[in-house]
């Protein structure tokens, strides 16, 4: 039984390139230098990606590559020209993360194919829906803390095709909205350079272990229900990791795609000798979400990855079918086929030879010299008149030019000037989020809107907003639009919205829309794609230094309080602290104490250890908007700050700045 699912494998260098394609992947995905979120991996030039696709394309292979960072404006523009050189040479598509190159791409470039990466925080239908209708992505990785039934509808009803992670590393938080490692050591995994501190060791409460580090996930046991679940393309997850790694996995995922069997016993142990943590999980696919979903890579599992005994995949030059036909009065022509596919190159007009006409074996001689490419001769067939004059440049240009029309079928694209929108800025506010309603201080009015997450407002609370959960999946919306008819009727007006998946559904009942940081907003283009969608104001990226944002003014800027982290699907507390109330403090090796709650739910949100605080800083921040976040802080603790602010008071105790 055979299928169409695209089967899509890592390629962090050519070697595990050439593994995934000898063990049978339909599509590789691989970075190019800079703009791709593993910083570390050895990754392709634009020189060696040529060979990469070539390679590829002879095995009917697409390959996608990575510019699947958050950019700053100073980087658009290259980013712009680097899709658009790796187009031109043949690539299959890109996956971008950052919503402001989209946009870029969508207005000036729609033949480019664009994948929408798992950074892009995709829950539900309406995320992936934006990404098609607005940014005109083809595809949209989901996200992996999706179930299978929320996976099914999304893939059977977006307007986009789905991708989803089969196999490999999973992240404690969810994609896109993790900054633990920019938190802790200035490495921004939205950046791609993920320094994966929630591998370290932390303590909840008297319990020490490994509380952050979930086991990596494998699907092989569910193929074939994911096989009927509309998705288009199953990953493996891996540039880190090697060769051996990616032809093994890539060989076990192809036979039992082929065969149409989900994993059994020995498979799962192939796999697991290959790379895991402890074992796999299915936790996320399955709504297991327990302790048995972490693990971290010992001793023993490094061992075992020593021992595994692979099968050799040789990679053999396929061959292609020629057929050359050089009729006097008519332009030289040359067809190549390559299984299905078939592409006919012209040449010049042919004339009667004045002296010595060309042979047939001349002519064949020089149409088969095919040893620099990744092809090997099938059949070859001239069809000619006597006595011709041709050159043989013309025949080797022929030729060439049949090759490379067989391994680029891309439209050519041409760049135009660069140019970035005029983006109207919004009017200065000052927004608050408070954890709890208890915290929303007496001179609350110091803020023009005052947000509490949707799931804690009350009639006759003092704020009128209400916060989004960032995390919201379809089998969730009754509840949720509940609650949003419920706020709505108890007065409240705005709605902070930190998904994209939730900006129509909000819109619907009313609320007047602010931007949450965790959209991303790191650049004009990705600023001015959110105010057009309507909104208040947006609230830029966090890891933006001040002098990224000098020609934000108005926007918003987290000016006070403790950053998320990490927001995880799993609750963290549960099996540590327990979770009576859903609370707790999570400790690092130094013993550097961050807060974590759980909101609507179990959803978890881990704060940074210290605030931002910039009170004596007024000068600095007074041109933004003025975003304050109050997380775990006592009552009077609330009130303090609001005074220290409108004084231009010094710090308490430990704080960081906006650089
Ligand atoms: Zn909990």
Avoid at 88 to 108: M, P, Q
């Amino acid at each position: 039984m055979k299928n169409q699912i695209e089967l899509l494998a890592p390629a962090g260098d050519m070697d595990a390139l050439v593994s995934a394609v000898s063990a049978g992947a339909n599509a590789v995905y691989l970075g190019v230098e800079d703009f791709n979120a593993r910083k570390r991996a050895k990754n392709f030039t634009q020189e060696s990606v040529k060979e990469a696709i070539s390679l590829c394309h002879a095995h009917s292979v697409k390959v996608y590559v990575t510019l699947n960072t958050a950019l700053f404006d100073k980087e658009l523009e290259r980013a712009l020209d680097t899709a658009i050189a790796l187009w031109n040479i043949g690539v299959d598509g890109f996956i971008i993360a950052d919503l402001g190159l989209a946009s870029l791409i969508k207005e000036k470039y729609k033949q480019i194919e664009i994948h929408a990466s798992t950074q892009c925080t995709v829950h539900n239908l309406d995320g992936a829906n934006f990404l098609a209708d607005k940014l005109g992505f083809s595809r949209v990785v989901l996200a992996r803390e999706l179930d299978r039934d929320n996976i099914k509808y999304i893939s059977q009803n977006a307007r986009a095709e789905t991708e989803m992670f089969v196999h490999g590393a999973h992240c404690m938080s969810v994609s896109g909205q993790c900054l633990l490692s920019y938190a802790m050591g200035g490495r921004s995994g939205n950046r791609g350079e993920c320094a994966q501190p929630c591998r370290l060791p932390y303590q909840i409460g008297n319990k020490s272990g490994y509380p952050l580090s979930l086991k990596d996930m494998s699907l092989a046991g569910h193929i074939t229900e994911i096989y009927n679940s509309g998705v288009a393309s199953l990953k493996i997850e891996g540039r880190m990791k090697g060769n051996d790694y990616v032809g093994g996995t890539v060989g076990i995922w192809r036979e039992l795609l082929d065969s149409g069997k989900n994993a059994s016993r020995r498979e799962f142990e192939t796999l697991g000798a290959l790379f895991s943590r402890q074992g796999f999980t299915d936790g996320y696919y399955m709504s297991r979400i327990d302790k048995a979903m972490l693990g971290v890579r010992t001793d023993e599992n490094k061992a075992q990855s020593t021992n595994v005994k692979l099968k050799e995949n040789t990679l053999q030059k396929p061959s292609i079918n020629m057929k050359a036909s050089l009729i006097i009065g008519k332009k030289a022509s040359l067809t190549l086929s390559l299984g299905e596919r078939e592409v006919t190159v012209l040449g010049d007009i042919i004339e009667e030879a004045k002296t010595a006409p060309m042979s047939r074996e001349d002519i064949s001689t020089s149409l088969s010299k095919l040893g620099n490419t990744p092809f090997a001769l099938g059949s070859l067939d001239v069809e000619m008149s006597q006595g011709i004059m041709i050159r043989k440049s013309s025949l080797n240009g022929l030729r060439r030019d049949g090759i490379e029309k067989l391994l680029n079928q891309n439209p050519a694209v041409e760049k135009v000037d660069f140019e970035v929108k005029e983006i109207k800025k919004p009017s200065k506010i000052k927004t608050a989020l408070f954890s709890r309603e208890e915290q929303i201080p007496k001179n609350k009015d110091y803020f023009d809107i005052v947000f509490l997450y949707l799931d804690r407002v009350r009639r006759g609370t003092l704020a009128n907003g209400i916060c989004m959960p960032p995390v919201i999946f379809d089998s969730q919306w009754d509840e949720i639009e509940k609650m949003l008819r419920d706020a709505k009727e108890i007065g409240i007006e705005y709605a902070l919205i930190t998904n994209i998946g939730q900006i129509e559904r909000v819109k619907k009942y009313g609320f007047k829309l602010v931007f949450d940081y965790r959209l991303n907003a790191f650049n004009g283009p990705c600023v001015g794609l959110l105010c057009e969608q309507g909104c208040e104001n947006v609230i830029l990226a966090p890891e933006l230094i001040l002098a990224q944002t000098r020609d934000y003014s108005g926007f918003g800027l987290i000016v006070y309080g403790k950053i998320p982290v990490m927001t995880t699907h799993k609750c963290v507390i549960k099996d540590t602290a327990g979770c009576a109330n859903c609370k707790t403090y999570i400790r690092d090796r130094q013993g550097t104490k961050m807060y974590a709650e759980g909101i609507y739910g179990h959803l978890n949100i881990i704060y940074n250890s210290v605030p931002i605080y910039m009170a004596d800083k007024p000068d600095s921040i007074s041109c933004y908007s003025q975003h304050f976040i109050f997380t775990d802080e006592e009552n009077e603790e609330c009130e303090r700050i609001i005074d220290a602010y409108k004084k231009n008071k010094a710090p308490v105790g430990a704080f960081r700045r906006i650089k």
